[in-house]
């Protein structure tokens, strides 16, 4: 279901040629979207209300037994294109929000909430740009998911889909999740162009119980995988670099390529210019080094 186990980025430095990863961003944010640089987005807390060009929402017709299936609420989600997706969230001053048709911002929950009525679900979406200045090839998404219950008969609780295009038919599905917690999961994304657009997408069905239960989402992240850089520092040593604080990440390295284990790198690091920074001995003729986070 586009989940992965583990997020590696790795460089093979052979005979002393230093093999360079990354690039520069001199990308330039463009209509609105939400900015993921080599840190990501950082936390957004929802202190204020969403900008529509960054969080918008739209509704399904119909009422709580027109879609009764997951796989009819997926053929429904098919049939819209991010383009009509573009309704300013609804404010709300209370929390959980009250019913209502559109995706809900509580300013008293600081947070983004789903509870449809009247409608046969409630569409949220973000819209986020590549502005690393290199192609990503996974998110790791994380976020804050509670709830109310108020009925048991929720039972799709939010269905997630990504798309690159936002096109009708285009929206892959990531994952359905129907409890409370943290939730991470890591979006496969194969290759994200730089500066190009993704769409994610949540889907609330209305439930036949009533009223729905409220979907609640805060502190969201989206983060790119690190990108290892590499330069040349005396004649002797080489210093490893990526970027800080990229949390949770561990440097590691190996001689032979056809090695079974990794083997944690302990040589200091020395978080210098927004970048973790440690330094090697350059003199071995083959060095592997990958970052991992499990």
Same mark, same amino acid.
């Given at each position: ?10 460089? $093979? ?6 093999? +360079? ?13 939400? =900015? ?7 936390? +957004?807390?929802? #202190? ?7 969080? *918008?929402?739209? *509704? ?35 929390? =959980? $929000? ?16 789903? !509870? ?23 998110? !790791? ?16 609780? @939010? !269905?997630?889909?990504? *798309? ?11 994952? @359905? ?9 890591? +979006? ?23 009223? #729905? ?12 995988? =690190? ?7 005396? *004649? #002797? ?32 690091? !020395? =978080? ?5 920074? $440690?330094? $090697? ?14």
């Amino acid at each position: 279901m586009g989940i992965l186990v583990k997020m590696l980025y790795s460089f $093979v430095i052979c005979s002393r040629i230093l093999l +360079l990863c990354g690039a520069a961003s001199l990308a330039m944010a463009v209509h609105g979207a939400i =900015p993921v640089g080599t840190n990501g987005t950082g936390v +957004l807390a929802f #202190d204020t209300l969403p900008l529509v060009t960054e969080w *918008s929402t739209a *509704s399904i017709f119909g009422v709580s037994t027109t879609i009764t299936t997951a796989e009819a609420l997926d053929a429904a989600v098919q049939t819209n294109a991010a383009a009509t997706i573009t309704n300013l969230l609804m404010s709300n001053s209370v929390s =959980p $929000v009250t019913v209502g048709r559109l995706a809900q911002w509580s300013s008293a929950g600081h947070s983004i909430q789903t !509870r449809p009525n009247s409608v046969a679900a409630t569409l949220l979406m973000a819209t986020f740009q590549n502005l690393t200045g290199t192609n990503v090839s996974s998110l !790791r998404v994380t976020y804050d998911l509670d709830t109310v219950l108020v009925t048991t008969l929720d039972e799709f609780g @939010q !269905r997630v889909f990504f *798309s690159f295009s936002g096109a009708t038919n285009s929206w892959q599905f990531i994952n @359905q999740f129907t409890n409370a917690g943290h939730i991470t999961f890591d +979006l496969l994304l194969g290759s994200w162009t730089n500066q190009g657009t993704l769409y994610l997408l949540w889907v609330d069905d209305n439930s036949l119980g009533a009223p #729905d239960n409220p979907w609640i989402i805060d502190n969201f992240s989206a983060d790119p995988p =690190p990108v290892l850089n590499v330069t040349r520092v005396g *004649s #002797d040593q080489i210093e490893i670099y990526w970027p800080f604080p990229s949390e949770g990440y561990a440097l590691n390295s190996r001689d032979d390529l056809n090695a079974s284990t990794w083997n944690v790198v302990t040589n200091e690091d !020395r =978080p210098l210019g927004g970048f973790h920074r $440690v330094s $090697v001995d350059a003199s071995k003729t083959t060095q592997m080094f990958r970052l991992e986070k499990p």
